[in-house]
């Protein structure tokens, strides 16, 4: 094992970088799609996002995960609300401004985790 080595770049399957990147793959242009994706061009994408990927973050649709954190609640109870699918920006603020019965109580939900799991790190501090 030498050092003279030259350094290879990393690189990640598209899907990856697309969760990293916090985008639909499939909502992605095709050339992002298909090929690897090395390090030094996601951290470039994330630097310097192109119109397409601001146009995506910004409008969507949005994988699960994003959906979740916009409506402040969890993944589970994204389907327990019977939301199995992608949503764009107007959809997750018109669920917003709606405010249905199923969306607080998520969001109480989620909460009380969050307060949950605050407490058990100060606890795990002070021991």
Same mark, same amino acid.
């Given at each position: ?32 799609? *298909? $090929? &690897?994706?090395? %390090?030094?061009?996601?951290? /470039? ?5 192109? !119109?397409? =990927? #601001?146009?995506?973050?910004? *409008? $969507? &649709?949005?994988? %699960?995960?994003?959906?979740? /954190? ?5 993944? !589970?109870? =994204? #389907?327990?609300?019977?939301?199995? $699918? ?16 199923? =969306? ?24």
């Amino acid at each position: 094992m030498g050092t003279s080595k030259a350094k290879t770049s990393q690189t990640m399957k598209s899907a990856t970088a697309a969760k990293k990147l916090e985008i639909l793959l499939s909502a992605a242009p095709a050339e992002f799609q *298909e $090929g &690897p994706v090395s %390090r030094e061009e996601l951290n /470039a994408l994330q630097a310097d996002p192109p !119109s397409w =990927l #601001a146009t995506l973050r910004r *409008e $969507g &649709p949005h994988p %699960r995960q994003v959906v979740a /954190a916009r409506l402040r609640i969890s993944i !589970s109870g =994204l #389907a327990r609300a019977g939301i199995t $699918g992608t949503l764009t920006t107007a959809e997750i603020e018109n669920l917003k401004a709606e405010r249905p019965d199923w =969306l607080e109580r998520e969001q109480a939900v989620q909460a009380e985790v969050r307060k949950e799991e605050l407490r058990l790190k100060r606890q795990r501090a002070k021991a």
